[in-house]
């Protein structure tokens, strides 16, 4: 008997709502933003944006290795006040309700680097629409202008925190609870193991050594008993 295939994200999939519709088929009371809700989140971001001009957004996980956003440029920033924290339960992407998976968001204190893709102004709100449209679907993320410094300079970037009073908000959780979930949850999107070993990888390949995270990765390997994992499906996690 042959398991599915993982969705994996693409602008297509997303554009054609193909996400929503997998949420509403797994979990019909599942409280999703509208599109009502989602302008207005739009229209109140653009609001308290405080420079004009392209827009930089900062990312730190799966936008990182799978953005699907056009973008002009790329830089490393650092994001000082936050860090990279698996403190999301994810019931229906990376796992079930049964096994509910982990995945990041930005929590407060430390601090995180990451990537700044720069968004020209012409086509920003095209593609802001896309990361609402993969981010934002349930609301369990706020998004925030924040400064983050790059090597030429500090820039205001986009960036998406943890909404702490979302119902799946996980808070600060046992390593070992956290081991057990990613090592064992799975969903549409995959293995909740891969979305860690992808985003540890691709920090690696920047030249950003994260002890916390790498300590990580390799007891959750341990855990499932792999030696080596396939790091080439690309998908977001946010729901």
């Known amino acids: 008997m042959t398991s599915t295939p993982p969705l994996r994200l693409t602008r297509e999939v997303i554009l054609g709502d193909s996400i929503r519709a997998m949420v509403e088929a797994i979990d019909p009371d599942a409280p999703l933003l509208s599109e009502d809700e989602h302008r207005a989140s739009l229209e109140t971001l653009f609001t308290e944006r405080p420079d004009k001009g392209d827009v930089w957004i900062f990312a730190y ?3 990182m290795w799978n953005p699907l ?7 490393l920033g650092l994001v000082r006040g936050h860090h990279r924290c698996f403190c ?19 929590e407060r204190g430390g ?11 012409s086509i920003a709100a095209q593609e802001l629409q896309i990361l609402w449209r993969r981010e934002m679907l349930t609301g369990a993320y ?6 983050v410094g790059t090597g030429e300079g500090p820039v205001h970037a986009l960036a998406f925190l943890i909404n702490r009073a979302h119902v799946r908000y996980a808070g600060k959780l046992p ?5 057990t979930a990613i ?7 995959g293995a909740c193991a891969t979305y860690l070993f992808n985003t540890v990888a691709h920090l690696e390949d920047l030249g950003i050594r994260e002890r916390k995270l790498a300590r990580l990765r390799d007891l959750v390997r341990e855990r499932i008993g ?9 998908a977001a996690d946010t729901f």
């Open 183 to 189: 090592a064992e949850a799975h969903g549409p999107l």
């Open 88 to 106: 999301l339960w994810s019931r229906i992407g990376r796992g079930t309700a049964q096994k509910p998976g982990l995945t990041l968001a930005l």
């Open 142 to 147: 706020a998004p925030r202008w924040l400064k």
């Open 226 to 234: 792999q030696a080596r994992v396939d790091v080439g499906s690309g």
């Open 69 to 75: 956003i056009h973008y002009v440029e790329t830089r």
């Open 61 to 63: 996980g799966s936008l």
């Open 111 to 121: 601090s995180c680097r990451g990537v700044l893709y720069r968004v020209a102004e």
């Open 175 to 179: 390593e070992e609870r956290v081991i």
